[in-house]
């Protein structure tokens, strides 16, 4: 009925099927999976076929029922399947696209669905998810986060030390983009992008972003980027508000990889 047509849609949410649906996802998932992952497609496909209804209406009526909270759960037992399947990988893709959108909803729909129990759950299955979906994720917090109401909740859900894990997890793998990094550095190319950053030249737009991204290189890129002042320059832009972003970054990670190195050395 709810992937019919736009006019059965609205009867079955007229009818009460959203309560259904929302139903579906409390079921126990080892003997009624099926009905879970109804659940799941079904409150996808009610986003998908909106129709003229606004996704925000449909995000305050889920947001009664305390959606994210069975949602999380069901992420969490669909992480823990030993089995990777393309319908496990498209159910965790649906359930991380659906926490996004009720990020975009109303600021009201933010705050109801901020909740702690929820955030630390899918904080906590973060680094199982796959990268894009990761991202998205990572899109859901960032929009819970641009609201001063929902700060301390993300506080109290140990937030800031997921990340901090999450970051330092994946500096620690190694990826080719670093090592063409480093290249690029031990053969000089930071002092050319700092003598470029001096002029007014259009290279200077295309110079400025591969010098912010030299602090995710490796130990000896990082180390041409100290010898000519690197850290200085990061700071400096601190100043640019079109690059202050950008800037912090570059100084947290430049942090993040002194700390390990600290720890590494102890």
Known sequence: ????????????????????????????????????????????????????????????IFSRSKILDPLALVLHRVLDEDVESDLTELIEGRIVNIFYLFSQAENYVKEVVADRQVLKSVL????????????????????????????????????????????????????PHFHRQEYAAVNGIIPILLKIMKTDRPPKEFALPILCDMAHSGSKGRRYLWQNKGLDFY??????????????DAIFVWYVYFRLAIEDSS
């Open 124 to 175: 906590k299955d973060l680094r199982r998810m796959t990268p894009s979906h990761q991202i998205t994720m990572l899109k859901f917090i960032k929009n819970l986060s641009m609201l001063s109401t929902t700060l301390e909740t993300l506080h109290s859900a140990d937030a800031i030390d997921m990340f901090i894990d999450l970051l330092t997890s994946s500096m620690k793998k190694e990826h």
């Open 1 to 60: 009925m709810y992937q019919t047509s736009t006019l059965t849609l609205q009867m079955f949410v007229s009818a009460g099927g959203l309560n259904v649906l929302v139903e579906f996802l409390d079921e126990d998932y080892d003997s009624a999976r099926d009905l879970v992952l109804i659940g799941v497609n079904g409150i996808w496909n009610v986003f998908e076929l909106q129709g003229p209804t606004p996704k925000n209406d449909f995000c305050r």
């Open 235 to 248: 700071v400096s832009l601190l100043a640019d508000q079109y690059w202050q972003v950008t800037a912090l």
